[in-house]
Structures are given as C-alpha cells and as structure tokens.
C-alpha cells in the first residue's frame, strides 16, 4: 500500500474524531485556562483546528524558519468557524496526500529559528509527529479542559466513562 493511501485513512479517522470534542467547546470560554501557564480555551481548540494543516505544509515546503514567520493567531468566534477551519486545513492536508508519492516522504524537512536547527527529519516522520501526533496529543489536552468545565466528553477510540454511564455502567 501506499504511504500516502495510509496516512489518508488514519487523518480521515483524526479529523473525525478532532470534529466531535471540537464541537463541545463553548467559545463563551474562550479566554478560560486551567492553569495561570497553560493556553486560553480558545486559543487551543484554534491550534488544533490548524495542525491539519500542517501535514501539506510538509509536503510542499523544505521546512520553516519561524525567524521568518508573520504569524498571526486567528480566532473562532463561533463553533461553526472553528470547525470550518478544520474543514480547510483537513481539506488540504487530504489534497497534498493525495498527490504525493512514496519518495517524497523520504526527502528532509528542517525547523529551525534563524541559524538555530531544532531538527531535520525526513517528510513522512515530520508528518506522523508534528502533525498526527501532535494533534493527539493537543486533543487529549482540550478533553482534559473540556472535563473540568463539567462538559461530557466523547469516545474516540471506545467509549468514555460519560458514555458508560448512559448504559448504566
């Protein structure tokens, strides 16, 4: 199979999961945090809105150099514009896999600031880590949010404890 035919089934099963906890986040919160160091509600659910994106990113540039970069965080105002996000970035994530080969995920990507090389990794690890991963591992962090603020999370990969309980579990 394919690589890139592999990495479209496991972002298909992601991004569904990433569109059922981004759906329960009441952007009324938005600026909430559960710790004076941690990243505002909002801005959160925005990230992982993006990180989709990354994966084409990847597979059409050499790396970034964050030296270089005008970011500009955005910002949902309502659920539908943060689900439209990941809509676009999801979007074109599947576009870049779709027109990828097997050799392009063998060539170097490399992050860095400036002179400052933070890695260089080959396309396919970058993609699996910094995108995939990542996107796990923030959304794990937004259910962690979302059960503080008393809000029923969804299974991803079974079902939660909050579903159990519907069964009488």
Sequence with gaps: MPLNESLIAELTEEAA?????????????????????????????????????????????????????????RKAATTEELINMLEENVAKAMAALQNSKDDDYEKSWTMRTGETIHFVLPKSTVIRTYSYNHLVHHRAQLGVYLRLLNIPLPGFYGPT???MAAFGK
């Design 17 to 73: 999961n990433t569109r059922k906890i981004l759906q329960l986040v009441p952007l009324d919160k938005a600026d909430w945090k559960p710790h004076t160091v941690s990243m505002p509600l909002g801005a959160l659910a925005v990230h992982i809105a993006e990180i989709p994106g990354w994966t084409a990113m990847t597979l059409h540039t050499d790396g970034i150099d964050f030296a270089k970069m005008d970011f500009k965080p």
């Design 161 to 163: 404890a909050d579903e």
